[in-house]
């Protein structure tokens, strides 16, 4: 595994108490290991844990990588839900 943004974001998730489920943290951490949620590769090593992990990494990627659109969202509109969740799972001021 190399290091980038998805160990990047989850370790400083972690860090700071985070209250998103493991799971979520998960699709986090792995949504750019496509070879193996993608390519099949790996499995040989996965426990039942794993596999289970890997249905959610890739349910998670439904919404990720070339899903973006080409109209720019409302940030004002879209600021109040988003900061709600923020609240919620990443409370206070982030160490970084």
Known sequence: M???H???LYRVLVHNKTTIPKVGLNMIRFHSFYPW???GD??????EDDLEMKKWVLEFNKFDLYTKGGVIPDVKELKPYYQSLIDKYIPGLLKW
């Open 42 to 47: 790996y499995d040989y090593l996965c426990n």
């Open 6 to 8: 998805d160990e990047y």
């Open 37 to 39: 949620h993608s390519g």
């Open 2 to 4: 190399s290091w980038g």
